[in-house]
């Protein structure tokens, strides 16, 4: 009775909000009709989520940068005014669609319009909704940083079109990690949360979980070969922290897949398996460092038999850091976003009603051999 009597008082509300946005004026702040997308799309409903009115505010924003400063005002007064974790949650899965269409206009966003990180459903008692406010400021955490790298990067496309630095790629590299552990930090705690918004709110997790994974994999890669005896040493000391928490954070994602899989989450039905880095490519990198160090006291013990006559020593060459010795437990093969299945209630996240998976990834991501830690299935 109580529930039902929760759902008929969070109808009504919607219909009130509706009814006035009928009577509101459309100005360079607002558009009624994005405005009654954001209301529907986020409604007071636990049981669906609307997605053809979602689908609806992906092409506004998509169509013109004119239309991101309603949208940020709508979804804003919206989510300041709830105390439903419903509302709260169906908000940010909205913005992380946003978030997946990457304009170019997104760049004005920066940190989200509104705070979820102190969060308390204001409906029931704590003891019933502490884990879904948990969950609700673990993704809000996510998507608030995630919004200020996408921001930073599309900054950086624009400003500095030529290629990244080591040091530069080193440091995006990092910070795709950090994401990535706040990532795996979104999960179910308490036995009450087994409901088709937070399954649906998972898909969208595992989905960017795939695509940031692969992009730190591939940026790796990338790096390995740049990381030669000419490396200075700060990079070559980075590389490796930056390797071994490539390695760590697959540990943590067979875990985190492993729980996903028991819960019900769809899109983590298959457990990945993952390469691991071999422990030579990790000891070449420690030998470029060794050697950086080895070369300084070599000048320095020169320098005091010469009588401080410099002496340059030419740095030895070392073996190349990717090897052909990767250890993989299946056929090498391109993993794209095709891979993960969809249905009808996993579109939340799309920026496009056509057959796309949850989240649009710019690139497919290729596993070979010179991948480490990568996802193979």
């Known amino acids: 009775m109580m529930k039902l009597w929760k759902r008929a008082s969070g109808a009504l509300k919607d219909r009130k909000t509706l009814f006035s946005i009928g009577f509101s004026r459309k100005t360079s702040f607002r558009n009624p009709d994005l405005d009654s997308a954001i209301i529907h799309a986020t409604s007071h409903d636990d049981s669906s989520v609307d997605y053809h009115n979602a689908h609806r505010v992906y092409k506004w924003i998509r169509s013109s940068p004119a239309n991101l400063k309603p949208l940020v005002h709508a979804l804003s007064s919206r989510v300041n005014r709830t105390r439903s974790w419903i509302v709260a949650l169906k908000a940010l899965m909205l913005v992380h669609g946003v978030l ?168 983590a039905h298959e457990i990945p398996k993952f390469v691991r880095i071999p422990e030579e490519d990790i000891k070449a990198i420690e030998k470029v460092i060794n050697g950086v160090e080895e070369e300084e006291e070599t000048k320095k013990e020169e320098q005091v038999e010469e009588e401080k006559s410099i002496i340059l020593v030419e740095r030895p060459e070392l073996q190349t850091i990717i090897t052909d010795k990767w250890e993989i437990f299946e056929d090498d093969f391109c993993f794209t976003c095709k891979d993960i299945k969809e249905t009808d209630q996993h579109r939340i996240c799309n920026v496009d009603p056509s057959p796309l998976p949850l989240i649009v990834i710019d690139e497919p991501v290729y596993f070979t051999h010179t991948l480490p830690d990568l996802i193979t299935f």
């Open 100 to 267: 997946c269409c990457k304009v170019t206009s997104l760049q004005e966003i920066r940190r989200l319009p509104f705070d979820l990180s102190d969060f308390s459903d204001g409906h029931s008692r704590p003891s019933k909704t502490w884990g879904f406010n948990a969950f609700i400021r673990a993704y809000f955490s996510f998507l608030d940083q995630y919004s200020f790298f996408l921001s930073d990067q599309i900054r950086r496309r624009h400003k500095k079109p030529q290629l990244d630095s080591v040091n530069q790629e080193l440091e995006r590299i990092q910070k795709l990690q950090s994401l990535l552990h706040m990532l795996l930090q979104i999960r179910p705690m308490a036995d009450n949360m087994k409901k088709t918004l937070i399954l649906e709110a998972m898909d969208c997790v595992v989905i960017e979980i795939f695509d940031i994974y692969g992009r730190i994999c591939s940026a790796i890669a990338k790096l390995l070969i740049k990381i030669h005896p000419a490396a200075g040493k700060a990079e070559a000391v980075i590389a490796l922290k930056v390797v071994k928490k490539a390695t760590s954070q697959g540990e943590d994602l067979a875990l985190y897949f492993e729980f996903c899989k028991e819960f019900g989450v769809s899109n």
